[in-house]
């Protein structure tokens, strides 16, 4: 029986919560005596890897997610920094790959690099694997991601990505940005919401949008099992409604990462509370920060 024949079952079980217990790097108070990893690896399963990127690098210290299918593995996001030499994501890329296929023995495993949406915090390291073989690499502009996913031509469609067994589950979900996207995986129950729904600052570029959004996510999640909601940041304090500075360096009192349905419940709550009059406002977990464009969308409507 050759290698290949050894084939991971990724749907015979419904998912689990597993441990998120981590203590995330957080930054120093000296950037420049930092000595933190360029990139934190938390083995969240044997199959899945998050990954921060060093606050002393870049204070936006975006997470990003690498998870493993029997044909492929992808790739969420590519952070804040494009320079292999200050963050040396294809290496640490590279270097679990390797472990993963050690341990899980595959001939042309593949590479796919996909993004919750085009920021530069989320798309910065797509060079590093621009030459790299056996990889495809997504544009995160609506322009190359939406034909791919088949937004293009039905915005409302669930898109599905095979990994080889490993199936996730993708949709539409602007408001903070126009191409964002929220992963769900059926394996983890983690659903993957980029800039959308995190604890931060939650910016919204589009405040129709957003509300749509948020409904959208809470009726999808009352048909599946979602273990944690993750996004790609931590912006916040344990003290309820108290966000970092921007562009700290420091945040020693980070909340977990991981947040629940229930939050999108939350800050459904929130946005009918603000109504259409879009503010900004502080509430436990997050702070909604409508853009210009969004506070002036009721009288210009």
């Not at 940005?177 to 919204?204: Q, S």
């Not at 921007?246 to 946005?271: F, G, K, N, S």
Request: hydrophobic share 40%; aromatic share 10%; with cysteine.
């Amino acid at each position: 029986m050759g290698a290949d024949s050894f084939l991971i079952d990724f749907e015979g079980a419904k998912p689990r919560p597993g441990a998120l217990d981590v203590r995330w790097i957080h930054g120093s108070p000296s950037a420049k005596h930092n000595a933190d990893p360029d990139i934190q690896v938390h083995g969240y399963d044997e199959h899945t890897f998050i990954l921060r990127q060093n606050m002393a690098i870049d204070y936006e210290a975006p997470f990003l997610f690498l998870l493993f299918g029997n044909e492929r593995a992808v790739l969420i996001d590519t952070g804040a920094t494009a320079s292999a030499e200050f963050f040396p994501l294809r290496q640490v890329v590279d270097e679990l790959m390797e472990s993963w296929l050690a341990r899980h023995p595959r001939h042309g495993y593949q590479l796919l690099v996909l993004h919750t949406h085009p920021h530069g915090d989320h798309v910065a390291g797509d060079g590093q694997f621009s030459d790299r073989p056996d990889t495809t690499v997504v544009g995160a502009e609506s322009a190359a991601a939406w034909p791919y996913f088949g937004f293009a031509t039905d915005p409302d469609a669930v898109a599905h990505i095979d990994l080889g067994g490993r199936v996730l589950e993708c949709l539409a979900t602007p408001g903070h940005h126009e191409a964002a996207v929220t992963f769900y995986d059926p394996w983890t129950g983690f659903l993957l919401t980029g800039d959308t729904v995190y604890p931060g600052r939650l910016y919204i570029d589009d405040w129709p949008a957003f509300i749509r959004t948020i409904d959208r996510l809470i009726d999808f999640c009352d048909h599946r099992t979602v273990t944690h909601v993750l996004g790609c940041h931590i912006e916040m304090s344990r003290q309820p409604g108290v966000d970092y500075p921007i562009r700290t360096v420091y945040q020693p009192d980070e909340p977990p990462l991981q947040m629940t349905t229930d939050h999108l419940r939350e800050i459904r709550m929130a946005l009918e509370e603000i109504g259409d009059r879009p503010r900004r406002r502080a509430f436990p977990l997050f702070v909604l920060c409508p853009s210009e464009s969004s506070i002036g969308w009721r009288t210009n409507s």
